[in-house]
């Protein structure tokens, strides 16, 4: 199978090419290769490529600046998909295209699965959420909603700080009041690689390890597998004045993935292999 990535550069972009590699021919683009808010360019190189499936891994993910820069966050996350989704559907490509937990309000108690209806209080997340619906656009789209990435490179992200402050003697900065079900990239290229090669129905999918916690037990694991002293920060998220309102719980369920055949690791076993590599 012939694949176009997007975004290739990126933390989970780097991650896809290599899995799909393994077995497919990848057409891998960074920014530089193709700027997705460039319409025509879109079009053109879909064309010149023939793709039988397109993985679409560039996003704006500033969350706090995107109050500011609205235009640059919807151009991205929302106007690029629209670009993405009408090239798939001229070529007759899957859509694959990462979505993201903020396209909730965090208010919930029970993890949200895929019928949950969003309701996004972040220009971030209304961003992504228009991106949701045009990439529905496509006959054949997965539209993987992904949340607290870590893995890959480059490294970023909250699991790395934890990880690198407590490899420092601490303290690590961990919130009590946000619950999330974090995801490791490895896994969730393993779960995009099967959706592209099983014939599983098109639609919305969580696409997360499974289970949920909160960041401080995410820290106190983190500890533990570190064999190093759980030298901990606990603040509340409800204390830190955030540019950009976060979800404070943003746990979310992955049966419809689970229902499908592909079985999730937990986010335990993945942060233990995350960080033994």
């Given at each position: ?162 990880a690198d402050a407590l490899r420092r003697g ?45 960041w401080s037990d995410v820290g106190a694991e ?17 204390d830190v004045a955030f540019r950009a309102p ?32």
């Amino acid at each position: 199978m012939r694949v176009l990535v997007t975004g290739a550069g990126g933390q989970l972009g780097g991650t896809i090419v290599r899995r799909l590699g393994r077995a497919h021919e990848v057409i891998a683009l960074t920014r530089a290769g193709l700027d997705i808010t460039r319409h025509d360019d879109v079009q053109r190189t879909v064309r010149a490529s023939r793709p039988e499936a397109i993985v679409n891994c560039a996003a704006y993910n500033a969350v706090d600046a995107a109050e500011d820069e609205a235009i640059a966050a919807l151009a991205c996350n929302a106007l690029a998909v629209r670009s993405l989704a009408r090239a798939a559907i001229e070529s007759g490509s899957a859509l694959i295209h990462y979505s993201t937990d903020f396209v909730f309000d965090g208010e919930a108690s029970e993890p949200y699965d895929e019928t949950a209806a969003p309701a996004p209080r972040s220009v971030y997340g209304q961003s992504k959420l228009l991106g949701e619906w045009f990439a529905a656009d496509a006959p054949r789209h997965y539209v993987l909603r992904v949340a607290s990435l870590f893995g890959g490179e480059p490294r970023h992200g909250s699991i790395d700080r934890i990880a690198d402050a407590l490899r420092r003697g601490g303290p690590a900065r961990v919130f009590t009041d946000r619950v999330v079900s974090p995801a490791f990239v490895e896994d969730v290229a393993d779960a995009t690689a099967r959706l592209l090669e099983d014939a599983i129905p098109p639609g919305v999918y969580h696409c997360v390890n499974s289970g949920h916690a909160s960041w401080s037990d995410v820290g106190a694991e983190i500890a533990r597998l570190l064999g190093v002293p759980a030298a901990l920060d606990p603040v509340s998220a409800r204390d830190v004045a955030f540019r950009a309102p976060r979800p404070r719980f943003c746990a979310l369920s992955n049966a419809r993935l689970r229902a499908a055949g592909i079985e999730m690791p937990t986010w335990q076993e993945g942060l233990g292999r995350y960080l033994r590599s």
